[in-house]
């Protein structure tokens, strides 16, 4: 279906809301439409001139192969301009695309190599049990890997825009708490109570316990005492570089020159979702560019009443078929309607008057298919 030319005014153009803005977060539901616009909007970008690094997370198979993805990487790879011209010839790309797909259990460990004081730190880190699981298994850790690869790449790596696309969350909490969250792992009581010489550790160590690790040891070869000793010895010595760390990294959350964008689809889950991330982000004061309703299905006015076409086409198609199609129109119809009441309900809501409106495309998977969706996003 194409889209009907709307009578309201024309929305701010994506540009003027990202003026000025060297961070675009994409944010929302699962499913939404997260990394197809993180895409499209990081191509489209690149295509006007500048040099913009999309970090991309789970893109689907076909998208990552269309921007020469077929791998995780940690950083972020330039997509051959020979790719992009011989998909989208009739497209300058006048900047740079450069794309990563994250790899949040790497990104981690990087950034504890980072913060090691020293080799014996890191290695101490990085091959312990305990902390392949926890890093895994701690809540957030994939949304904060997300966020310190942006902090990373804002300060080293010379892009003029970064768009990120984020984790499917659970909820959109997970996102914006995870600094604080991962801090307060580090830093927390029951961190430091185990730290604390006379805590559990010290207890675990004592002979009583030690004997039962000593057993266990000998029994299944799993040092498990020594893990958790080593474990917390070296973790301490990263404690406070990882405040320091998460601090920036909640900060940049909060700069002028970031902004989010929150994406949704008219369904009213996504909804749901996307009225309480726009609520989170006014709480903690982040700032927010705009709303993007995708995958909407809207219907030219000219096709007409369905009662109509099943009279109109009947002779041409019979009965039976015309029925079909009325049937099929009324049904998009109907599913137009409910999609234009839900976008009205957004507007209200969010106080949000123009939101960017993207229908359902034929295909963006493909490079063409990004420059015609960022065209919509653009409203170009
Ligand atoms: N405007 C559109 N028109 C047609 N298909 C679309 C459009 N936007 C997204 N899609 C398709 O919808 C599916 C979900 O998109 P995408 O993977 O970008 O969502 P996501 O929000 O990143 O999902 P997840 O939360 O799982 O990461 C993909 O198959 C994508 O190609
Ligand atoms: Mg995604």
């Given at each position: 279906?194409?889209?009907?030319?709307?009578?309201?005014?024309?929305p701010?153009?994506?540009?003027?809301r990202?003026?000025?803005?060297?961070?675009?977060?994409?944010a929302g539901s699962?499913?939404?439409?997260?990394?197809?616009?993180?895409?499209?909007?990081?191509?489209?970008?690149?295509?006007?001139?500048?040099?913009?690094?999309?970090?991309?997370?789970?893109?689907?198979?076909?998208?990552?192969?269309?921007?020469?993805?077929?791998?995780?990487?940690?950083?972020?790879?330039?997509?051959?301009?020979?790719?992009?011209?011989?998909?989208?010839?009739?497209?300058?790309?006048?900047?740079?695309?450069?794309?990563?797909?994250?790899?949040?259990?790497?990104?981690?460990?990087?950034?504890?190599?980072?913060?090691?004081?020293?080799?014996?730190?890191?290695?101490?880190?990085?091959?312990?049990?305990?902390?392949?699981?926890?890093?895994?298994?701690?809540?957030?850790?994939?949304?904060?890997?997300?966020?310190?690869?942006?902090?990373?790449?804002?300060?080293?790596?010379?892009?003029?825009?970064?768009?990120?696309?984020?984790?499917?969350?659970?909820?959109a909490?997970?996102?914006?708490?995870?600094?604080?969250?991962?801090?307060?792992?580090?830093?927390?009581?029951?961190?430091?109570?185990?730290?604390?010489?006379?805590?559990?550790?010290?207890?675990?160590?004592?002979?009583?316990?030690?004997?039962?690790?000593?057993?266990?040891?000998?029994?299944?070869?799993?040092?498990?005492?020594?893990?958790?000793?080593?474990?917390?010895?070296?973790?301490?010595?990263?404690?406070?570089?990882?405040?320091?760390?998460?601090?920036?990294?909640?900060?940049?959350?909060?700069?002028?020159?970031?902004?989010f964008l929150i994406v949704t689809?008219p369904?009213?889950?996504p909804v749901a979702e996307a009225i309480f991330f726009r609520d989170k982000l006014r709480e903690?004061?982040?700032?927010f560019g705009g709303l993007i309703v995708?995958?909407?299905?809207?219907?030219?006015?000219?096709?007409?009443?369905?009662?109509?076409?099943?009279?109109?086409?009947?002779?041409?198609?019979?009965?039976?078929?015309?029925?079909?199609?009325?049937?099929?129109?009324?049904?998009?119809?109907?599913?137009?309607?409910?999609?234009?009441?839900s976008i009205e309900r957004l507007k209200a809501r969010l106080g949000e008057p123009d939101p960017i409106v993207?229908?359902?495309?034929?295909?963006?998977?493909?490079?063409?298919?990004?420059?015609?969706?960022?065209?919509?996003?653009?409203?170009?």
């Amino acid at each position: 279906m194409t889209r009907r030319a709307s009578p309201q005014p024309s929305p701010p153009p994506l540009h003027a809301r990202l003026a000025g803005k060297r961070i675009v977060i994409v944010a929302g539901s699962g499913g939404v439409g997260k990394t197809t616009a993180s895409a499209a909007l990081a191509l489209g970008l690149a295509a006007a001139g500048s040099r913009v690094a999309v970090v991309t997370i789970d893109p689907a198979q076909r998208l990552a192969e269309s921007l020469g993805l077929q791998q995780l990487g940690n950083e972020p790879r330039r997509v051959e301009p020979e790719l992009l011209e011989a998909a989208a010839p009739d497209t300058e790309i006048r900047g740079e695309l450069w794309a990563m797909m994250l790899d949040p259990k790497a990104t981690f460990d990087d950034l504890m190599v980072r913060l090691s004081p020293d080799a014996r730190t890191r290695d101490d880190v990085l091959g312990n049990r305990i902390y392949r699981e926890l890093s895994s298994a701690v809540a957030g850790t994939q949304e904060f890997s997300a966020i310190a690869k942006l902090y990373e790449l804002h300060h080293e790596g010379g892009f003029d825009v970064l768009v990120l696309d984020t984790p499917p969350s659970r909820n959109a909490l997970d996102f914006l708490d995870a600094p604080d969250r991962l801090t307060d792992f580090f830093e927390g009581r029951v961190l430091k109570g185990l730290l604390a010489p006379t805590g559990i550790t010290g207890r675990l160590l004592g002979a009583g316990t030690s004997a039962v690790f000593a057993v266990l040891k000998r029994v299944t070869g799993v040092d498990l005492l020594g893990d958790i000793a080593v474990f917390l010895r070296s973790l301490g010595g990263l404690v406070d570089g990882f405040k320091q760390r998460a601090a920036g990294v909640k900060a940049l959350l909060a700069d002028r020159a970031t902004t989010f964008l929150i994406v949704t689809s008219p369904e009213r889950e996504p909804v749901a979702e996307a009225i309480f991330f726009r609520d989170k982000l006014r709480e903690a004061r982040l700032p927010f560019g705009g709303l993007i309703v995708n995958l909407t299905e809207e219907v030219e006015d000219c096709v007409g009443a369905p009662e109509d076409l099943r009279g109109e086409l009947g002779e041409a198609l019979g009965a039976r078929l015309a029925g079909k199609v009325a049937d099929a129109v009324a049904d998009t119809q109907l599913l137009a309607a409910r999609h234009a009441e839900s976008i009205e309900r957004l507007k209200a809501r969010l106080g949000e008057p123009d939101p960017i409106v993207v229908p359902r495309l034929d295909d963006v998977t493909d490079v063409e298919g990004l420059l015609a969706l960022y065209r919509r996003l653009a409203n170009a």
